[in-house]
């Protein structure tokens, strides 16, 4: 316990919103219904259970899976990609963010590759596979509910992420350099297992990662986590993430009271009645309160799903607090890397995420005005 409080007492990102909903409580502006409770179970769960494949040694042995495949650098960073891509749109990103990131690190320790760069974009194709698919966060599950919509009211706005993707992909593949890939010479070590402890890992996750996808029995699906977490490894415990988790939560608690002030609620009324202004109020308001939590307060003043839709998926590029994968990756970087690599990652990330952002809004803009 005494780790878990030293842990949160060093998150700026936690202590900042926590005083701030602390001082809004006081006042009695807080909304506390306001809170997405499946999100914070969702987030919860998945950070447990990768923590555990970590201290399990399993995202080393795929890593080494990954390095026995390929050829060469180029040919392991493209996979890195695609697999992280595709996988967002069926897992979320944040189950890409927490598998594949750490997954880059641990290539990283075996293969030379520009581990910044390739980090930063693995963070971005995370969130650029998950905009695509009606699964892939939860601003679309949230968006597609409250509007009752279908998924294929997302196929031809998608198109146009998918689009970015695929013309960028070449372009961060090829700032890799080609070289070979060495055999391993030392393999991961990973925990003995018995049979049953194998099946056992396997089913459990499966339906735990079901559960999150179908958004439904989240608390049984977390209890299913720490059940595996006290079989397994009980450190684990102290290891997981919980500042995340309270920082999205805190977002929700301050989302409520902006939705609270006449004035604000008056002028997203007058934004959310146009396509254009809104998806820009959706872009710029995901900057800094992230883009779940700004779908939630844009959704309820405005019938302009698409431009919203739009507005929320390419708002998550662009700062570190415009997506929780963003806070996500950002978190696994400061678990593996030096102070010095953080700060690089932090530069390169900024700079890929504003070539997406800027590039995504030009695309959107130009469908919004054409449809």
């Known amino acids: 316990m005494k780790k878990i409080i030293h842990q949160l007492t060093r998150d700026g990102l936690f202590l900042s919103t926590s005083i701030l909903v602390l001082f809004f409580a006081l006042l009695g502006r807080v909304q506390w219904a306001s809170i997405s409770w499946p999100t914070v179970e969702s987030l919860l769960a998945l950070l447990g259970l990768v923590t555990l494949f970590q201290s399990l040694g399993l995202i080393d042995a795929l890593a080494d899976f990954f390095i026995e495949k390929a050829k060469t650098t180029r040919s392991l960073v493209c996979a890195l990609y695609l697999l992280t891509f595709f996988s967002a749109m069926v897992v979320t990103n944040d ?33 650029l596979g998950s905009a695509i698919s009606p699964l892939g966060n939860p601003q679309n599950i949230f968006l597609l509910a409250h509007y009752q919509k279908g998924f294929a009211e997302l196929f031809l706005p998608g198109t146009l992420l998918l689009f970015l993707a695929l013309c960028s992909l070449p372009f961060f ?18 925990r003995p297992f018995s049979t049953f402890d194998r099946l056992l890992l396997f089913l459990a996750s499966i339906l735990v990662l079901l ?22 490894d009980s450190t684990v415990l102290k290891a997981i993430d919980y500042g995340v988790v309270l920082s999205i939560l805190n977002f929700f608690l301050l989302v409520s009271v902006l939705i609270g ?39 309820p003043v405005t019938k302009q799903f698409t431009a919203l839709y739009l507005g929320v998926s390419i708002g998550g ?6 997506s929780l994968a963003n806070l996500l990756a950002f978190r696994q970087v400061k678990e593996n890397v030096k102070a010095g690599v953080q700060r690089d990652f ?22 919004l005005t054409l449809t």
């Open 211 to 232: 559960s999150l996808l179908s958004q439904s029995n989240l608390l049984g699906a977390l209890a299913i986590v720490f059940l595996l977490i006290f079989h397994f």
């Open 95 to 127: 189950v890409a963010i927490l598998t594949f990131l750490p997954l880059t690190f641990a290539l990283a320790k075996r293969v030379p590759f520009p581990t910044v760069k390739v980090a930063a974009a693995t963070t971005s194709y995370a969130n």
């Open 173 to 190: 593949i090829k700032m890799v350099p080609e070289k070979s890939i060495q055999p391993i010479e030392q393999k991961a070590q990973i």
């Open 317 to 322: 590029f662009g700062t570190l607090l415009a």
């Open 261 to 299: 002030l006449p004035v604000v609620h008056q002028l997203l009324q007058e934004l959310g009645s146009e396509k254009h202004s809104l998806f820009m109020t959706a872009t710029l308001s995901s900057q800094f309160i992230s883009n779940v939590p700004a779908a939630a307060l844009l959704a």
């Open 346 to 367: 932090f530069i390169v990330f900024t700079r890929y995420n504003l070539f997406f952002l800027v590039f995504g809004m030009l695309l959107a803009l130009l469908y």
